[in-house]
């Protein structure tokens, strides 16, 4: 297909706290992108940086500072901000140079060295902020969100605590095989249940932490792979960047209000199913076709709606596919076989980023312990606040 790229090279600073600035943490990451491609930063004819506002103003500006970095040698840059979304609009902003002929080979990296505790909004008034305004209208931290729709899941569709608590038993099994995850522990249900409750239903093993991490990848054209001898690459086939269509009848936040359903039929899905399909007709495949799925498990509760919203299952039968084993490791559709941001933690920027770097080693055969048998496509799928969709299907 001619929408393809190449990855020619992922690579990852271990997640955790650190310490450090973020700074350091991209750079290590494009560096290991840069030796698994067998290439120079002197190759590279442009990067493009996910942003970390958190970071302060380079953060802003993320590419150059990474550029800066790793040394200037007049490649082209650009910096890509998106919240959670990040990583994967830096896929879509380095694909589009790609195709473009603007760059043969492309860098993207994000990194972030996240604050201690639950993310909150920058300082100040700034009342057309949707982010703040959920704070400081709602008190809605993030885990208040997360609470909500789990207790929706649950009302509606009969899923129960220790539904939930599988999942994390299911991904720390996982992250505890995985090198660069922060929490390398097998966790089992009876230690979800006595962690703390945060956000009823849900306790701390149900939510994903805060974390420093960096992700990197390498993609070119798939001429100039050839031309490196690299026959048979990871192809990126499709990169979804959508946006939610109204009456959104579901409260997600931070959104807090919409246009009314009296005044328009509501959509015939929701926004997250909405990313997934338009990532699917890009692609030409569908959720049949998979062989695993990398998805954005905030919470425990989230990483079963998105069972549903990538068509893996029908509606409510999230829990039903995780109690058949279909998204554990030798299932139907194996899941967050990283260990998923249950293991990993956010590092807003670079999460996306890392979610393609595992689909890359995965369908390369390289995953270790992890490895999905016969890996031939995989996809990612996160959100990042404002509307801000994000999915990418890799094949091989």
């Known amino acids: 297909m001619t929408g393809e790229v190449a990855v020619l090279g992922a690579g990852m600073h271990p997640w955790g706290k650190w310490g450090r600035g973020f700074v350091e943490y991209g750079v290590a990451a494009a560096r290991a992108a840069l ?10 004819g442009s990067i493009v940086g996910a942003d970390t506002v958190r970071g302060g103003y380079p953060g802003y500006v993320a590419g150059a500072t990474f550029a800066r970095a790793l040394g200037w040698q007049g490649a082209r840059v650009a910096s ?6 990040s990583g994967a609009q830096a896929v879509a902003a380095a694909r589009a140079q790609i195709l473009a002929g603007l760059a043969d080979v492309v860098l993207v990296v994000g990194a972030d060295a996240a604050p201690k505790g639950f993310f909150r909004p920058a300082g100040g008034d700034r009342p057309d902020d949707p982010d703040w305004l959920r704070f400081r209208v709602l008190g809605a931290t993030n885990p208040t969100y997360f609470g909500l729709y789990a207790r929706r899941r649950m009302a509606v569709h009969g899923d129960t605590v220790e539904d939930f608590a599988q999942v994390k038993v299911k991904n720390s099994a996982l992250g505890a095989l995985n090198p660069y995850a922060r929490y390398r522990k097998r966790v089992s249900a009876d230690e979800v249940a006595a962690s703390a409750v945060v956000a009823d239903p849900l306790r701390l093993l149900d939510i994903c932490a805060t974390s420093d991490g960096g ?6 054209s ?3 792979a050839r031309r490196r001898g690299v026959t048979e690459p990871v192809r990126i086939r499709a990169v979804s960047t959508v946006t939610p269509t109204y009456p959104n009848t579901v409260l997600d936040l931070p959104d807090i209000a919409t246009d009314s359903a ?3 039929e509501p959509a015939t899905e929701t926004f997250r199913a909405s990313i997934a399909r338009a990532a699917y007709e890009e692609a030409g495949v569908g959720p049949e076709d998979l062989s695993l799925a990398e998805v954005y498990d ?13 068509g893996l299952c029908g509606e409510g039968e999230g829990a039903k ?4 084993g279909a998204t554990a490791p030798g299932g139907r559709i194996p899941v967050n076989m990283s260990g998923g941001l249950a293991s990993f933690g956010e590092a807003v920027p670079a999460q996306a980023i890392a979610q393609v770097c595992e689909l890359t080693w995965q369908l390369r055969g390289e995953a270790g312990d992890r490895q ?3 890996a031939r496509v995989g996809i990612t799928a996160n959100q990042g606040l404002f509307g801000h969709g994000s999915a990418v299907i890799a094949v091989r």
């Open 35 to 44: 030796a698994d491609a067998g290439l120079e930063w002197r190759d590279v």
């Open 80 to 85: 890509v901000y998106a919240a959670c979304a």
């Open 215 to 220: 992700a990197a990848l390498v993609l070119s």
């Open 222 to 224: 798939l001429e100039f």
């Open 262 to 264: 009296a005044a328009a």
């Open 298 to 310: 905030l919470s425990t509760a989230l990483e079963l709606q998105w069972y549903e919203d990538l």
């Open 321 to 324: 596919l995780l109690r058949e």
């Open 372 to 374: 999905v048998e016969h």
